[in-house]
């Protein structure tokens, strides 16, 4: 006797397994177009990284961190110095404090 309920059921695991497989290969294709802009913005940040050298401050509880601001993905990079935040102020989630900012010249090394 032929099991009437079978009938649909290949057909239903063939669709499920092309649409996996669809799905995949847009999840690739993404995953490469990602690639190729991050490659770029790592290129870019190399050549900022050997532009420009730091004068380490000299107080211990300031630090210098690169600062990704919104407008990274335009490679556009900011580079400003930062308090270090305390562990409270870490803890009350407030963002962190700017430090007066120098030219950059003071922050340079001399040439």
């Given at each position: 006797?032929?099991n009437?309920?079978d009938f649909g059921?290949r057909?239903a695991?063939?669709?499920?397994r092309a ?13 490469q177009?990602?690639?190729v802009v ?6 870019e940040?190399?050549?900022?990284q ?9 107080a211990k509880t300031k630090r210098l ?21 305390s562990q409270?102020s870490l ?7 700017p ?5 950059a ?6 040439a």
């Amino acid at each position: 006797m032929i099991n009437v309920f079978d009938f649909g059921k290949r057909a239903a695991r063939h669709k499920r397994r092309a649409a996996r497989q669809k799905a995949l290969q847009e999840r690739r294709r993404i995953d490469q177009e990602l690639d190729v802009v991050f490659n770029d913005m790592r290129a870019e940040i190399r050549t900022l990284q050997s532009e420009v050298t730091w004068k380490p401050f000299e107080a211990k509880t300031k630090r210098l961190h690169m600062v990704r601001s919104v407008s990274a993905l335009t490679s556009l990079w900011v580079v400003r110095p930062f308090k270090a935040p305390s562990q409270r102020s870490l803890m009350a989630g407030q963002p962190f404090q700017p430090v007066d900012l120098k030219p950059a010249a003071e922050y340079s090394e001399p040439a």
